[in-house]
């Protein structure tokens, strides 16, 4: 099982990488299900999430990306699952927002870009009850317009893309 679950989420990570461009405005969330482990991965150009992707430069901008951070400690604020799955939260991993990855531009300036990712580790006592999500992250991160979904398990998969208004998803 912890296998097939290492293989799934790896290929859900590297077409992830392979997705295409960092484009503001455009979320990515990959949910890996193999019974009872669940894996959930959330990945946002950091300016959608704050409106800057460089170092923080003044004590304010410090205090975004530090709420932010704290906000993402909270999976909640981003998905909610259904309680009939009865999921118990094991871990969340936050990557380092500011490895920023030099970038031309139009004119040929070098501008920086940062994705912010957090990873969530689950334990589900019934992972056939992940049939309905809530996207709060909408309400959550109004800089977010679009939401690449991806939902694989054993015996399911779905992709869609969502919009702001989509805040509830039925999955397959």
Same mark, same amino acid.
């Given at each position: ?7 799934? @989420?790896?290929?859900?990570?590297? #077409? ?5 461009? =960092?484009? =503001?405005?455009? !979320? ?15 990945? !946002?150009?950091? @300016? ?8 923080? !430069? ?10 932010? #951070?704290?906000?993402?400690? #909270? ?65 959550? =991160?109004?800089?977010?317009? =679009?939401?690449?979904? #991806? ?12 919009? !702001? ?8």
């Amino acid at each position: 099982m912890k296998i097939l679950f290492t293989t799934l @989420a790896a290929t859900l990570i590297s #077409q992830a990488v392979l997705a295409g461009p =960092h484009e =503001h405005g455009k !979320a990515h969330l990959d949910i890996v299900v193999d019974p009872p482990a669940m894996a959930i991965s959330f990945r !946002a150009p950091l @300016a959608s999430l704050i409106g800057f992707e460089h170092r923080p !430069a003044t004590a304010a901008e410090a205090a975004r990306v530090q709420q932010l #951070q704290k906000s993402l400690n #909270q999976p909640e604020r981003l998905i909610e699952l259904p309680s009939a799955a009865d999921c118990s939260l094991s871990s969340v991993t936050t990557h380092a927002p500011f490895s920023a990855v030099p970038v031309k531009d139009e004119n040929g300036s070098t501008t920086s870009h940062a994705d912010m990712e957090v990873e969530y580790q689950y334990v589900c006592a019934n992972t056939a009850a992940l049939t309905r999500l809530s996207l709060p992250l909408f309400r959550e =991160h109004p800089g977010i317009d =679009h939401l690449e979904l #991806q939902f694989l398990a054993p015996d399911r998969q779905h992709r869609l893309t969502l919009e !702001a208004d989509g805040a509830d998803v039925t999955l397959p």
